[in-house]
């Protein structure tokens, strides 16, 4: 009888306190958390565009992974999604693992190189995955075209938050060194134990435990967000500060699970509301802040890509292709029959008084009436140009 008590009870570790998601990939709590607190950050134009199509881009931030040619799939591979910064140290020498982080190799090249010559082919491409799709929503926002730029900003936004998540940046991602918890003697080895590793217990549970506190509590004031010169270094500050971070998370886990006698997973299904109740107390902080950083890097990425595009006026997305401004051009040298601004939704003839007190470096030009139209304007009652 005891026996299948015990039983019982490790077969609850695939679904401690509600029904587990198929899988630590598909636990979006804290991209979902982080979607939601992007638009805030952002200069206007955007901070309204983001807002106007939260729901679409929270829904690219969290889809499941699927080729990148299937629309509403997050595309890539696994190993898009992490880098093992400490990939060159001993797994069990903290020290050493911080210190590898801090030196590892900005390129690409230079990182698949020590990935092999630590025998890993999977070493991860989390930040060049990141910049490859900062470079993706740049050219979004160049076409114009709202879906692309929602999906862009979503798929960015995951990644983002992925390299602010601590686990994303070790070798040891599954604590397979410390924090690894044993399989019971009995259970089938095919049995998914999905509390077994603190990067679940972390990055996963813990983060459905707190979503309601966090969803609260992450908050970014608009006072930080600012430009950033180089994509790849934002990219790695983040990821160096996670690191950090993950050494944190690791003694927390250590001492909660010494003090409360845990051996294995059996006996982590008896403390388990203790265990987490103790790991809310001692890592909240930590995951806010990690958070907090996901959505800074998140809305300063976004931000870059449509300052580099130019940044295109925000309210022509909507309807279609937004017009482009012609900064070249003065107040008195027409670049098309028909002319707006960046700052109104109506559009006049390129004679039309109107016309030309808008400044040259607010002004978007049309070829035709039915363009500006198309794009959500309304036509000049003095100048009438729908008329011509």
Known sequence: ?????????????????????????????????????????????????LEAHLEAVREHATAGPGPASTPGLLPGKADWHYVMLDIAADADDAAARRAAAEKFPRDRAAAAELFRKHGRRDGGLLPWIIVDRHHNLVEAFQAGETEAIVREAGVLLHFATDAALPFNTTADRDGTASGHLRRPSGMRSGTTLVHNTVRYRC???????????????????????GPIDNPIEAVFDVLLDAHRALHALLAIDAEIVADLGIRDAATFTAASDVYYDRLADRAAGIMESQLEAA????????????????????????????????????ADTPAAPFVGSRHSTIFHQAACGHAKRIKATNRVYFNTAGEAQSAGRIPCKTCSPADR
């Open 203 to 225: 990055q996963a549970s813990l983060l459905r435990r707190l979503r309601s506190r966090l969803e609260y509590e992450v908050r970014v004031a608009p006072t930080r967000y």
């Open 295 to 330: 959505v800074l890097l998140s809305a300063k990425l976004i931000g870059a890509a449509w300052a580099e595009a130019g940044s295109p006026s925000h309210d022509l997305w909507i309807a279609g292709k937004p017009a482009r401004t012609d900064r070249s051009r003065s």
């Open 1 to 49: 009888m005891r026996r299948i008590a015990s039983l019982a009870a490790v077969v609850g570790l695939v679904g401690i306190h509600g029904p587990v998601r198929a899988g630590f990939d598909e636990a979006f709590d804290g991209h979902e958390i982080v979607a939601g607190q992007v638009a805030p950050v952002l200069p206007p134009p955007l901070r309204d565009f």
